[in-house]
């Protein structure tokens, strides 16, 4: 699995998107509520992680920012994005502007994962990281190592 960095974006190309089966805000959840993703909820599979594998987990502001992160500036289409979205302008001096260096946290870190719990952020966090978190939308985790990657090969009767 190759992880690139992709510019004016909050996550990463590649990777495999996961949601965790007792997430307090789950992905399932989001789409019923939301019904602004088109999903098949009927298309999913289980697994688990390796014993070994390091999972960055993120369930405040503290830790986000002890993350790799990329400054906005230094993208090139920094200028495009602020012009484009009114409400990052508004809120430039309040939200964090700082996409997670997905690259770093392999190459530099070793991470094989990051577990975002979104339940457990405070109202202050969830205001301060509403851009730099866009795009995670429930209790995620986010698979950057795939072969930390255990299938799971019982039956999904009991979920």
Do not use: H
């Amino acid at each position: 699995m190759d992880i690139m960095n992709e510019e004016s974006e909050n996550k990463p190309f590649g990777g495999l998107w996961a949601c965790l089966i007792n997430a307090k805000i789950s992905y399932k959840q989001y789409c019923i509520e939301t019904k602004r993703v088109a999903c098949d909820l009927n298309k999913s599979f289980l697994f688990s992680l390796a014993d070994d594998a390091y999972i960055w987990i993120v369930s405040s502001i503290v830790d986000f920012l002890d993350m790799p992160l990329i400054s906005m500036e230094s993208l090139s289409t920094y200028d495009d994005l602020i012009k484009r979205d009114k409400d990052i302008k508004t809120n430039r001096n309040k939200s964090i502007l700082l996409p997670i260096d997905y690259e770093a946290l392999v190459t530099d870190y070793g991470v094989d994962a990051i577990q975002v719990i979104l339940g457990k952020f405070s109202k202050y966090d969830k205001t301060n990281l509403s851009y730099a978190l866009s795009d995670w939308v429930c209790d995620a985790l986010l698979v950057l190592n795939k072969n930390v990657i255990i299938p799971y090969t019982g039956t999904m009767n009991s979920f």
